[in-house]
């Protein structure tokens, strides 16, 4: 347990911060899963509203520092081939 009150005070900030990154890291995973959801059900127009509404997401969860650029540049890449592959095959 933390002794010093510099050291309190690091304990009480990485909690908070804990809890901020698992909420913010929450919403990218549900982004991205709706995104897929809606591929996988076959309509077009709700997979481009929900790829539109991911790449803000990824790209604040960039921002911020939860995952790296290339990490999300990869997911937004790979999910916009397969809303552009539901729009061909449509």
């Given amino acids: 347990m933390a002794n010093t009150p510099q050291a309190r005070?690091?304990?009480r900030q990485a909690e908070t911060r804990?809890?901020?990154n698992a909420g913010q890291r929450s919403?990218?995973?549900t982004a991205i899963k709706k995104v897929i959801a809606a591929v996988e059900s076959g309509d077009v127009e709700s997979a481009k509203t929900a790829y539109s509404d991911a790449v803000p997401v990824i790209d604040g969860a960039v921002s911020k520092g939860q995952i790296h650029r290339n990490k999300a540049a990869r997911?937004?890449?790979?999910?916009n081939s397969r809303v552009k592959a539901l729009t061909v095959a449509a």
């Fill in 9 to 11: 005070k690091r304990a």
């Fill in 18 to 20: 804990r809890q901020r």
């Fill in 27 to 29: 919403a990218l995973r």
């Fill in 75 to 79: 997911h937004k890449s790979r999910l």
